[in-house]
C-alpha cells in the first residue's frame, strides 16, 4: 500500500507560479516512474507531467516550458513547478505512478489561476 499526499496548490494570478509537493510513505525509486496528473471540474483526469527513476521527463503539450517536474528519489517526493499559469490550469492536481495505479490516488492539491 502506497499513501501519495500532495500539496501546495493554492489561489494564483494569471502569470504567477506555484510548486506543488508530492510526499509517498514508500520508496518512489522503487515504484519508478511518476507522474502528476489533474482534472479541472466537468473533465477527465488527464496526464501533465512524467519523471523516470532516472530523470528523463516528458510533458503534455499545454504545459510544455512552463512547468517542471522533478524527484528527490532520497525524501521519496515528487515536485511540479509551474509558472506562468493560465486560468485554464485551473483544476485538483494529483500524483501517481505512470501508468496510474487505482489504489494510489490521493486527494489531490487545488489549483486556482483566477485574477
Known amino acids: 500500500q502506497v499513501q501519495l499526499v500532495e500539496s501546495g496548490g493554492g489561489l494564483v494570478h494569471p502569470g504567477g507560479s506555484l510548486r506543488l509537493s508530492c510526499a509517498a510513505s514508500?520508496?518512489?525509486?522503487?515504484?519508478?516512474?511518476m507522474g502528476w496528473y489533474r482534472q479541472a471540474p466537468g473533465n477527465q483526469r488527464e496526464l501533465v507531467a512524467v519523471?523516470?527513476?532516472?530523470?528523463?521527463?516528458n510533458y503534455t503539450e499545454s504545459v510544455k516550458g512552463r512547468f517542471t517536474i522533478s524527484r528527490n528519489n532520497g525524501k521519496n517526493t515528487v515536485y511540479l513547478q509551474m509558472d506562468s499559469l493560465k486560468p485554464e490550469d485551473t483544476a485538483a492536481y494529483y500524483c501517481n505512478a505512470y501508468p496510474s495505479r487505482l489504489d494510489y490516488w490521493g486527494q489531490g492539491t487545488p489549483v486556482t489561476v483566477s485574477s
Open positions: 519523471i523516470t527513476r532516472g530523470g528523463i521527463t
Open positions: 514508500r520508496s518512489i525509486f522503487i515504484i519508478g516512474t
